[in-house]
């Protein structure tokens, strides 16, 4: 049911939680009253509150022609923040979760004449979305689910049920398993390529399509790249100061070059929504008018850069950035 002091969120029940593979848990989200959802794409997500502030992103993993639940796929990290402890092992059946509207930032092409699928662990819940709704048209596509073990392979039935689905076990070691280089070597025209999944087997993938035309190379982290975020912290270590502008009232703020611009916006008690503070989900995408911006985030296109930024990582490189808010 939707929230009615917030129509972006909604509260949904716990239906079953399943055990997939090793520290991979299920969750299959229904509405109280057992009404339709709002209808979503392959690779979507949704924000999960957890409880005691804690927000996490989690892909749906479920055929989008499903309307009556939403599947997503937990992994359990003891070395995390604490949002996929605190999930699985305090949520229980039947508990009600507030959770966003689905949004997409890995959004499928559905008019590509082939599509390569190439999933990493956890990585495999989007793709798994992507890989049923290019079933269903019939389109040419293949899947590659790259696990360290058997018992970490997730959604085993569906995936071997589902034609052009590979999975790869390199028993910890990389060189073992899928040859994403030898894979990817061979740019094919028209072909687009989706990948999602650790940081070291992003890496590899971003290497392999380093020669592919951007617009067919499609990613989704699940943290920072490590590099990245070593940039980001050099940058900050210079003057890095600059002024925010609200476009409407003309109010102006000053952002320090250590401090985040969703910091010296609430400063001055203007609340921007967040999650991830990594540039990672889009939670607090906000327009611009004006400005050269730094945008140090991993889920705006080059096209949604000119009008949008991140207000977690993203900032000016000096002067004033003019907000649209």
């Known amino acids: 049911m939707a929230d009615s002091a917030n129509p972006s969120t909604l509260q949904l029940q716990i239906k079953q939680i399943r055990w997939e593979a090793t520290d991979i848990f299920a969750f299959e989200l229904v509405h109280p009253q057992g009404q339709a959802l709002p209808v979503f794409g392959a690779g979507a997500h949704i924000d999960v509150h957890i409880g005691e502030g804690l927000i996490r992103q989690y892909s ?190 003309g109010q102006t703020i000053a952002v320090a070059a250590r401090q985040s611009l969703v910091d010296a916006l609430a400063g001055e008690g203007i609340e921007i929504a967040t999650s991830c503070i990594s540039g990672l989900c889009g939670t607090c995408k906000v327009g611009y008018v004006s400005g050269d911006v730094e945008h140090n985030d991993h889920i705006l296109g080059v096209d949604e850069q000119s009008q949008c930024l991140t207000a977690c990582v993203s900032r000016a490189r000096s002067g004033v950035l003019v907000l649209d808010l």
């Open 60 to 249: 749906l993993s479920n055929d989008p022609r499903e309307t009556h639940r939403y599947v997503i796929g937990v992994l359990r990290d003891e070395g995390g923040r604490g949002g996929s402890r605190s999930l699985t092992g305090n949520a229980r059946v039947g508990q009600l979760l507030k959770v966003s509207v689905p949004r997409n930032n890995f959004a499928l092409a559905t008019n590509a004449p082939r599509t390569l699928l190439l999933a990493g662990g956890i990585g495999i819940t989007p793709l798994k979305a992507m890989a049923h709704a290019l079933s269903q048209t019939g389109a040419s596509f293949a899947l590659h689910y790259c696990v360290r073990s058997d018992d970490r392979i997730a959604f085993k039935e569906e995936l071997a049920a589902m034609p052009g689905t590979q999975c790869h076990v390199d028993g910890g070691d990389p060189s073992q398993g899928l040859n994403i280089a030898a894979l990817l070597q061979t740019q094919q025209e028209g072909t687009h390529v989706y990948f999602c999944g650790p940081p070291g087997f992003m890496a590899a993938c971003k290497a392999a399509t380093a020669h592919w035309p951007a617009a067919q190379v499609h990613s989704e982290h699940f943290q920072a790249p490590v590099a990245q975020a070593s940039a980001n912290s050099a940058q900050a270590s210079g003057d890095g100061s600059f002024i925010a502008q609200i476009a409407s009232t």
